[in-house]
């Protein structure tokens, strides 16, 4: 019967309860701690036992070589192997020993991949695994637990008992403070691989002990609520899954063989260019190793027949866990014993192979010859001689199977398995790009004749699941789209990630940061007024976007802004990090990052300061009053080497436009300053550039935003705080509605749509095939031609709809319909020719108007988050497009709307006053209060409107000026006294 946390009272209990199952269920020896050799970290005795009786043949060679100093001479020489600076206590447990006279020992034995070499499997079963208690690994300091690998030292144990009032943090303490850490047993790379602090409930470890500065790390699994900790164990003790599971023979020797690594890095001093070197032994974490065997379970049984979603936050590791998991998988065997994949490819959609990426892949023991980066040198050519080779890894880019498509670089891949590892999924998934790689790599060549259907139809299944190959989709964020593709069905029929580790977790457990604690928001007042004698009537909305852009680019609005970022990142931010502190300042479009650029240095020389400056980032050209401004001309340095630039201590502020706002990983940015409207996954990813922690130093961030709301930003994290859940997704009966409406336009003729794919499907179309296919396609524009303006709008607008929706259901789902695809093929073509006006948006307002009275208001400040999940996600479906009706207004009708919102000329203070005495008039109305007792309060929000009004009128002689804004402007009105109405319907129900 298992044993629960409240039958042990002390911590010799719990040590007990282990050693008790380590015996029983995994076959450890028990060993008495006097076998243990301090100045070794070896129990000499089982060593010695392993190698007579795996290695007998090689054994008795040593003998005669090293006479009656044999044993000694082994014992002493493993020693000395595993205290070089080139080795290490994992790599000797890999690799073995080799001695003077050619003789090489193994000190650990692998698990072979198929049950095929008996004698493999018989070594295999012959490594030793045994545990001492009480061990002094110096005279006065004593371990819990030591648990050895064929003598050999591999863990460290502390354990704590809750029961008796002490837990993980006083054994992680007793690590930290009272363990030597330069004995033999904690000596880095030398001694054991890892140190677990443990208590009841949670573990962690560490694999290097270097006193105070020891980094201990969360190894749990994730409570019931997504946060930190473990489960509750009904059947025993929480972190249980440590004796059966971790610790077993198995799992040790997995973890040994495949995970265990020691990471050699490189950095430099961003300042003086020094480099340095440094190493790191790495373990994985519990999820990282969960999701790997998860995936190897499924595949074990299923081959390729499956893709995943990975749902990992930033701060999960994600890179290391892809590179352990290309290598596991290049060598995954089935339960026929059969190798599943032939070749292991890893995607990113970035440019250039991910640095980072390319390390940790290539830093994993391999073969060779096995892995091939396709780096910025590599062309499609290279990436396609990889793939029809042997190459076992490659690493490349998305775009470059496009190209291999285009150019027919690769014959049929139908013969050949791949896994493919898919890095930041959330862009690389969707469209041609995606298609491009499906297509390349998919097989269902045959040799019976080919009809136009067969090849319509075989490009239908190209574009979804192949049956060799299986993807594998890492992001911190999934969009609909993303778990539609990739995500698994769960108990209630929707589909969510197959693997999760969830944000609240890494939060939770020190890897990121909350990004929206301390979160202000600022809005921006002004008054537009008219500067041309006439009145024009324009598209309303059209003026308006373009007014705010006009806005968004004014050089007061601007300057006033650079002040506010300037003067809070002096104030707040930039003796944080010991100095090192960086920011952050999304902008809206790449000519306000240029306008940014210029007022930013403006301010910082007429104010004399000399400890900021700013880099600028955008993409090409930037036409402003005849001059063109580019990112290296305004930096004085490469875009390639702006990474590098920002990194410096000269640097402190890089502005942005639609760049570095995902993928950028720069521990010192500290604080953002948004002048952007930001939207769901945009708006996650792009805050997200400030969660990375920066040890030693305690990193808080700080967010400024101009443009959004925070209710807004927090509904966007809301979805990716726990777990994301797809309910709602497009299914063919919305393709159908799309193409039922684009049939009632009239511009499309079924006979033609058949002969055009006729021509388009011939292996070889004359120039007099090509422009039969431009005349069919000819007919239908001269139909859309005949159109109204704002028809063709909504027909372009429908056609859109259903490409993008039908092109994402054959990827997602197993449907077909040649007819259907017929007509996306034709439509595809048309969409291209199809040209609409610019509807009565082709004019400009910065000759029409003047702005003045610009001011900056602080609205919102929030310290401490409180995000709470909304995990249900809906894929939008296509529907028939329904474009904006042009609603023209006087010129100055739309300048007295947009003041009505933006213009304020009162004080804080006198609008709070007002607001204050407008509450107490509605506490006073008896009709309200009838309401408030007899009605819930969506209800009562009717009369409460009412009321509003009769009290505004009723007090219009205490704020004339502030209250006749209120009766003229709802939105405003609305908005200011909805802040109280909930507290009114409260006290009102309360009221006897």
């Known amino acids: 019967m298992p044993v629960t946390a409240n039958q042990l009272r002390e911590k010799e209990d719990y040590q007990q309860l282990i050693l008790e199952r380590l015996k029983e269920d995994n076959g450890y020896l028990i060993r008495p701690a006097v076998k243990y050799n301090p100045r070794l970290a070896i129990d000499t005795e089982v060593l010695l036992q392993f190698l007579e009786n795996t290695q007998p043949d090689v054994m008795e060679r040593l003998r005669k070589f090293y006479k009656n100093k044999t044993e000694q001479t082994i014992i002493n020489f493993i020693n000395q192997e595993i205290n070089k600076s080139s080795r290490s206590l994992i790599d000797v447990l890999k690799n073995g020993v080799e001695f003077d006279n050619g003789a090489t020992l193994q000190l650990m034995f692998r698990q072979p991949a198929t049950s095929f070499n008996q004698k493999a499997t018989g070594l295999y079963n012959a490594n030793i695994l045994s545990v001492m208690e009480e061990v002094y690994h110096k005279e006065d300091e004593r371990i819990d637990l030591v648990i050895f690998l064929n003598g050999l030292a591999i863990f460290a144990v502390e354990l704590k008992c809750n029961t008796s009032g002490q837990n993980y943090e006083d054994a992680i303490k007793q690590f930290k403070e009272e363990r030597d850490h330069n004995t033999r047993l904690f000596k880095f790379k030398s001694g054991c691989l890892t140190s677990f602090a443990m208590d009841l409930k949670e573990v962690f470890m560490c694999t290097e002990l270097k006193g105070m500065s020891s980094f201990f790390r969360p190894f749990n699994k994730g409570s019931e609520d997504y946060g930190r900790g473990n489960p509750h164990n009904k059947n025993g003790i929480n972190v249980s899954y440590m004796w059966e599971d971790i610790w077993k023979k198995d799992k040790i020797i997995f973890l040994i063989e495949r995970f265990i690594f020691v990471e050699q890095k490189e950095t430099k001093d961003p300042d003086t260019g020094k480099k340095s070197y440094s190493e790191s032994l790495i373990f994985p974490r519990y999820h990282q190793l969960r999701c790997i065997e998860k995936l190897m379970d499924d595949m074990i049984e299923n081959r390729s027949s499956s893709n995943y979603l990975i ?280 000519e306000a990052a240029v306008r940014y650029k210029q007022e930013c240095e403006k301010y910082i020389i007429s104010n004399g300061y000399t400890d900021i400056h700013a880099l600028v980032a955008f993409s090409g050209k930037v036409p402003i009053e005849g001059e063109d401004y580019t990112e290296p001309v305004m930096n004085g340095v490469s875009e390639e080497e702006l990474r590098e630039e920002f990194d410096k201590s000269s640097y402190q502020v890089l502005l942005v436009a639609n760049k570095y706002q995902t993928g950028f990983d720069q521990p010192k940015l500290v604080a953002m300053y948004v002048d952007k409207k930001l939207h769901k996954t945009s708006a996650v990813q792009t805050l997200s550039r400030l969660n990375r922690i920066y040890p030693p130093y305690e990193k808080t961030t700080f967010i400024l935003d101009f443009k959004n709301e925070y209710d807004d930003i927090k509904r966007a994290f809301e979805p990716y705080f726990k777990d994301t859940i797809l309910f709602e997704t497009i299914t063919p009966s919305d393709i159908r509605h799309v193409e039922k409406a684009i049939d009632g336009y009239g511009i499309l003729d079924a006979d033609d749509i058949d002969l055009f794919n006729t021509y388009l499907y011939q292996d070889k179309r004359t120039s007099k095939d090509k422009s039969k296919m431009w005349s069919l396609l000819d007919k239908s524009l001269r139909e859309f031609d005949q159109k109204a303006e704002l028809e063709k709008v909504e027909v372009r607008g429908t056609i859109k709809q259903f490409l993008k929706g039908y092109i994402f259901l054959i ?173 009114i319907y409260r006290l009102l129900r309360e009221d006897k």
Not at 320 to 326: H, M
Not at 403 to 411: A, H, M, R, S, V
Not at 876 to 890: D, I, R
């Open 311 to 590: 749902e990992h936050s930033a701060g999960s590791g994600k890179t290391n866990t892809i590179a352990w998991l290309a290598h596991i998988l290049s060598s995954l065997y089935d339960r026929s014993e059969k190798n599943i994949f032939d070749t292991i490819l890893i995607i990113t959609d970035r440019i250039i192979v991910d640095r980072q990426l390319q390390d940790a892949v290539s830093g994993i023991d391999h073969k060779l010859g096995q892995i091939k980066v396709m780096d910025d040198k590599c062309t499609s050519t290279d990436l396609a001689d990889a793939l029809a080779g042997n190459t076992k890894i490659v690493v490349t880019t998305i775009h470059k199977f496009y190209y291999i498509l285009e150019q027919n670089l690769l014959g049929h891949m139908g013969n050949k398995s791949f896994a493919v590892l898919i890095d930041e999924a959330h862009s690389s998934t969707g469209g041609t790009l995606m298609n491009a790689v499906t297509t390349v790599l998919s097989g269902g060549e045959t040799d019976d004749e080919i009809t136009e259907e067969d090849k319509i139809l075989d490009e239908i299944q190209k574009c979804g699941k192949q049956e060799n190959v299986s993807m594998i989709a890492f992001t911190a964020t999934p969009k609909p789209e993303t778990i539609q593709l990739f995500g698994t069905l769960n108990e209630h029929g929707q589909k969510s990630a197959f693997d999760l580790y969830p944000m609240k977790q890494a939060i939770e457990e020190g890897y990121i940061l909350n990004v929206l604690n301390n979160y202000v928001t600022w809005k921006t007042y002004f008054h537009l007024n008219k500067k041309i004698e006439e009145d024009p009537e324009l598209h309303s909305i059209a003026a308006k976007r373009k007014i705010a852009r006009f806005i968004d680019l004014h050089d007061t609005n601007i300057a006033q802004k650079i002040e506010i970022i300037i003067e809070h990142f002096r104030t707040n931010v930039a003796h944080l990090l010991d100095g090192k502190a960086k920011a952050m300042v999304v902008t809206s479009s790449r």
């Open 811 to 983: 990827q997602a789902t197993a449907y077909e319909n040649v007819t259907l695809h017929k007509k996306y093929n034709f439509l595809s073509y048309l969409i291209k020719e199809i040209n609409v006006g610019g509807g009565g948006n082709d004019f400009d307002v910065a000759d029409k108007i003047t702005v003045s009275s610009f001011r900056q208001e602080k609205t919102f400040e929030n310290k401490t988050a409180d995000v709470k999940s909304t995990p249900e996600v809906k894929l939008k479906k296509p529907t028939p497009s329904n474009p904006e009706v042009v609603n023209k207004k006087l010129l100055s009708a739309i300048i007295n709307e947009i003041n009505s919102l933006y213009d304020k000329d009162y004080e804080p203070d006198v609008a709070s006053k007002s607001a204050m005495q407008i509450r107490d008039l509605l506490l006073k109305d008896g009709r309200l209060r009838a309401s408030a007792k007899n009605n819930p309060i969506d209800d009562f929000k009717f009369t409460y409107e009412d009321s509003v009004e009769d009290a505004l009128v009723a007090g219009y002689e205490q704020n004339m000026d502030f209250y006749t804004l209120l009766l003229e402007n709802a939105e405003l009105r609305e908005r200011i006294t909805n802040v109280y109405m909930e507290e």
